[in-house]
């Protein structure tokens, strides 16, 4: 079981001292508190890193959203399900009672099999035992669907989400109300009978809006004493136009997505009071967790998830208590300012100033967001410790500060589909390093209305992208039981179809024809989780929030645009998490044991008009952290600074003072706009670990005891951001000195390989990197025997025009693609010429022969029969240009000869281009696997498997199942266009000529 945070109160903020990351090497595990000291080297001897590297435990492995339809499962289907991910190489599920895609939702029989259910839970213990048995994680769901609920609380229950409704009636000048309290203009939801009000109100209204309607706050009348028995009288002023408010607390009547999950229904738990909270762990202690269970969970180490914080209400979200925490939490009362904090849909009505309005708004968010923190997420957290279980949550979706809760959670949850850039991961990153904790998780490759039409180049260049914003485990969505009532061929998929339509997601598993390679993909996964879970993340530059909302697509303007596309990297911190006391300053890094950053920017708030707010304690630790030399970049006009929310004349007045104080601090600059922040970092000294010419390549960059270890990609900031080929010269700097050189960890093959070709100055080292659209490379700066047998420091090449070298042994082998002498500068201050008399000509492969297995709807739901046919193809095109092929999906096998010259010896070599391939793939060369088959890369290096005369190659494609399904289920798919599938394209043999050249 981890480490655990204390309890924490509204006035202690729950972060893990950053000094508890001290020296990390090796982490102890996903989600630990306190990483070892060890380095992967020094764990595991001088060469086991090669060896780690080349099978890193399951632990590390992307995981699958596990969809069940209830606990309408066959005990030997879910065993063999959990077998299918084992075998694959992934490194778990999470059981989630999702099925938004029944047609038969009667046959679910939520009753006899619901969430909860015996039947469930003994489901569930069969994939414990299986997931026992085969060395993978299982992780449990807090409830059906989301948000979280179980069954037995009812609308009216204190547990049940609640919402303030209002009601209004306008009265003209002199006019009299003599009637009922006016009722909700929002009428309650089915099952929702209770409701209490709460206040009855009188205000003037100034301008009547569309969008928000001005009041006049001064003219404001509690009207709630003079209620009696349901009836107010009320007379208006004779100045103007009134209106009269009613406020009623009531639930809401929220149900989880697509149910019903069980009988009697679950209804959505308030996760602001401890009320709701302790609703969730009492069903699971009194209706699931058994003796037997216990035991397989603590057993499992397994993780306890909750969905994201998407609670709706047709009015306004409430809780209980509200009015006595705001006030014990802000200092004064929220009641005067219920006219401006009423919604409708989601949309507020009214106004008093602006300014004013903001504030209050801003208070009440931060109320909600610590009463989540403090009776839902500590509470859940602890509660799942004691069970052996880690907390792994996606705390967004509301107005609450996610930064400052990823903290406090062990495994801090992200989602592909709802994040809209790659900063709304960075905004959680930052909370989760701060804490001092290793996992960034993400329900990951989710895409809307893709159902059966995912491919794994597109999800890799989404997790490359995410992976370098901080996360460092996938949650994959996702793996369908194979079976529902009504579901039709190839099985049941949660969602698909959605509303009758194509739906989202993906449909993973043996269904898939591209399953044959996944094992490949999933070791590649696994390889890159394990690096980027080593160490720390560390970054150049930390933006102020003054909120630390998530999933809201509003990142860091310069950073963004231009900084990350230079090499800087960035993060964010919000006022909660900044001023814990464990977020310090030492030799010139703010979290040094953590992120360390190297300067902090400093703007007005993002989602408020750049509004120049700060808390006062935020104001004082920045003027603190000035006045002892820290680097810190103001952007805007902070000439008029204000305390955030509804802050008094004297904290105004203290966060102005704390500003100034910062302003007249060598170290602090003022830039104008954005455009002006590389000035302003450059005259503080301040540059990044990486650089690079302009270019799409992203990053992060781990820490361990005795590496930097650097995950670089060709990624995108937004999914319809365009990618090309990047072949450029990379800078990554060391945090430490000592005889460091640069290792590439392939995480393809599993091969761990100094580099070549560097140049070296200090700690940094500019190095060369070719990455396509998608693709990724990891590069550790470590000590020579970190992983090679060689205490010693061998030559390497500093320049050559050479297209590439590798080193073996102590010699330099030299490759190059055309004739001709190239020089080759070696780090020892020599020259040397390697030369080649002749290359071979690129050499075409237009024609081969195609033999496909069409897979098609079999017998059953779950069966798929193949139809095999041959296809002589004198020029490749997509499948859907193919006589006979243009609605098929499954496995194509092409394959061809290339006849090469007697002069083919080992000095030559060749790649192989397989141009556009269409699917997933797998390459033989003479009948010789090749390894490094990569969905985003379609270059393979073949040169040692090739010989003079006859050669065979044989490329095995896997396409999606769309085209089939427009075909099995016409009435959800038939109305798409066919997409192109296969190889595509044009396929070359690319020769090359090798030298050895003695260093």
Not at 114 to 128: D, I, Q
Not at 364 to 385: E, G, K, N, V
Not at 610 to 620: D, H, P
Not at 890 to 908: A, E, K, N, S
């Amino acid at each position: 079981m981890p480490d655990r945070p204390s309890q924490s109160s509204l006035s202690r903020r729950t972060f893990i001292a950053a000094s508890a990351v001290a020296g990390a090497g090796l982490a102890l595990g996903p989600g630990a508190n306190v990483p070892a000291t060890a380095s992967p080297a020094s764990a595991t001897g001088w060469r086991g890193v090669e060896q780690v590297f080349a099978d890193p435990e399951s632990r590390y492995g992307a995981r699958f959203r596990w969809w069940w339809p209830h606990g309408l499962v066959d005990e030997r289907q879910i065993q063999r399900e959990v077998r299918d991910i084992a075998r694959a190489g992934f490194g778990g599920m999470e059981i989630a009672d999702v099925h938004h895609s029944a047609r038969d939702a009667g046959g679910l029989d939520p009753e006899g099999h619901g969430w909860g259910t015996p039947a469930w839970t003994a489901a569930v213990k069969a994939a414990f035992q299986q997931a026992d048995r085969d060395g993978v994680t299982l992780d449990l769901t807090a409830g059906p669907s989301w948000p979280a609920a179980v069954p037995g609380v009812t609308p009216d229950d204190d547990a049940a989400i609640k919402e303030l409704a209002h009601g209004v009636v306008t009265l003209e000048a002199g006019q009299t109300y003599d009637d009922r309290v006016p009722a909700p203009v929002v009428a309650a939801e089915e099952h929702v009978e209770k409701t209490t009000l709460l206040a009855v109100q009188a205000v003037r209204l100034v301008t009547p809006s569309t969008r928000e309607s001005a009041l006049d706050q001064s003219s404001l009348v509690d009207l709630t004493a003079q209620v009696t028995d349901g009836h107010v009288t009320w007379t208006a002023p004779d100045d103007g136009t009134w209106l009269l408010f009613s406020y009623w607390e009531r639930g809401s009547g929220q149900l989880p997505e697509a149910g019903p999950h069980s009988t009697p229904e679950a209804y959505v738990i308030d996760h602001f009071s401890a009320k709701g909270t302790k609703a969730v762990t009492d069903f699971w202690e009194e209706h699931i967790l058994d003796r037997e269970l216990r035991r397989l969970i603590k057993r499992a180490g397994a993780t306890f998830f909750e969905d994201s914080l998407e609670i709706e209400t047709g009015a306004t979200i409430w809780t209980p208590g509200m009015l006595e925490a705001f006030r014990a939490r802000n200092g004064y009362d929220l009641t005067p300012f219920l006219p401006v904090i009423v919604e409708v849909k989601e949309k507020y009505l009214y106004t008093y100033d602006a300014d004013l309005t903001t504030r209050v708004r801003d208070d009440l968010a931060m109320t909600f967001s610590d009463l989540y923190r403090d009776h839902h997420l500590i509470p859940l957290r602890d509660w799942a410790h004691d069970l052996g279980l880690e907390l792994r949550i996606q705390a967004y979706g509301l107005e609450t500060d996610t930064l400052a809760h990823s903290g406090i959670l062990d495994q801090p949850e992200t989602e592909s589909l709802g994040f809209k850039n790659l900063d709304d991961y960075r905004v959680m990153a930052g909370g989760r390093d701060l804490a001092g904790r290793t996992i960034l998780s993400c329900e990951a490759a989710a895409y809307n209305g893709a159902a059966y039409n995912v491919t794994w180049d597109r999800v890799l260049t989404t997790l490359n992208s995410i992976y370098a914003a901080g996360v460092n485990q996938a949650v994959l969505h996702g793996y369908p039981y194979a079976e529902a009532p009504g579901a039709a061929w190839p099985g049941f998929a949660a969602f698909s179809p959605y509303n009758g339509a194509q739906g989202y997601s993906e449909a993973w598993g043996p269904r898939q024809p591209s399953w044959k390679h996944v094992p490949k993909i999933a070791d590649y996964l696994r390889r890159t989780q394990w690096a980027l879970q080593q160490g720390v993340n560390r970054t150049d530059l930390v933006y102020f929030r003054q909120k630390g909302w998530a999933a809201t697509g509003i990142g860091a303007q310069w950073a963004t645009n231009d900084g990350i596309p230079l090499g800087w990297s960035h993060s964010f911190v919000s006022s909660a998490a900044f001023v814990d006391p464990s977020v310090t300053l030492r030799d010139g890094r703010l979290a040094p044991e953590g992120p360390a950053y190297k300067a902090m920017v400093v703007e007005g708030d993002a989602f408020r008009g750049r509004r120049t707010t700060l808390t006062v304690e935020a104001a004082k630790k920045i003027a603190d952290l000035a006045k002892r030399g820290f680097p810190v970049v103001f952007l805007g006009d902070w000439s008029r600074p204000t305390a955030d929310g509804q802050g008094t004349a004297a904290e105004d007045a203290a966060v102005a003072e704390a500003v100034r104080t910062a302003f007249a601090q060598p170290n602090v600059r003022n830039a104008a706009v954005a455009a002006d922040i590389p000035t302003a970092l450059a005259a503080l000294g301040v540059e990044p670990q990486v650089a690079h010419e302009r270019s799409t390549v992203v990053h992060q960059h781990r820490r361990t005891a005795d590496a930097d270890l650097f995950m670089l990609a060709n990624g995108r900031h937004a999914e319809n951001r365009p990618l090309a080929l990047v072949e450029q010269e990379v800078t990554l700097t060391a945090t430490r000195g000592g005889d460091l050189v640069p290792f590439v960890l392939d995480a393809w093959t599993g091969e761990v390989r100094r580099l070549a070709v560097y140049r070296q100055e200090g700690r940094s080292f500019a190095v060369r990197v070719r990455l396509t659209p998608g693709s990724s490379t990891v590069i550790a700066l470590a000590p020579t025997r970190w992983a090679d047998k060689r205490s010693a420091k061998s030559v390497h090449v500093v320049d050559t025009d050479a297209a590439d070298a590798r080193l073996e042994g102590r010699s330099v082998v030299v490759r190059a693609s055309a004739p001709g002498a190239y020089a080759v500068a070696l780090s020892d201050g020599t020259t040397r010429t390697a030369r080649f008399s002749t290359v071979p000509d690129v050499v075409a492969l237009p024609s081969w022969t195609l033999v496909v297995e069409d897979w098609r709807p079999g017998r059953t739901p779950t069966t798929t029969d193949t139809v095999r046919s041959v296809h002589r193809l004198e020029a490749l095109v997509p499948w859907s240009e193919v006589q006979g092929l243009e609605d098929a999906s499954g496995i194509g096998r092409y394959t061809t000869t290339v006849t090469l010259p007697r002069t083919w010896d080992r000095t030559i070599g060749a790649y192989l281009d397989l141009g556009s391939v269409l699917g997933t793939y797998a390459v033989k060369v003479n009948n010789h696997r090749v390894d490094a088959a990569s969905p985003t890369d379609t270059r393979l290096d073949v040169g040692h498997l090739l010989r003079a005369g006859v050669n065979h190659v044989e490329v095995e494609v896997a396409t999606t199942l769309f085209n089939r399904m427009r075909t099995a289920q016409p009435e959800v798919f038939g109305a798409a266009n066919r997409v192109r599938t296969g190889l595509v394209g044009p396929v070359r043999l690319l020769p090359y000529g090798e030298a050895t050249v003695t260093a």
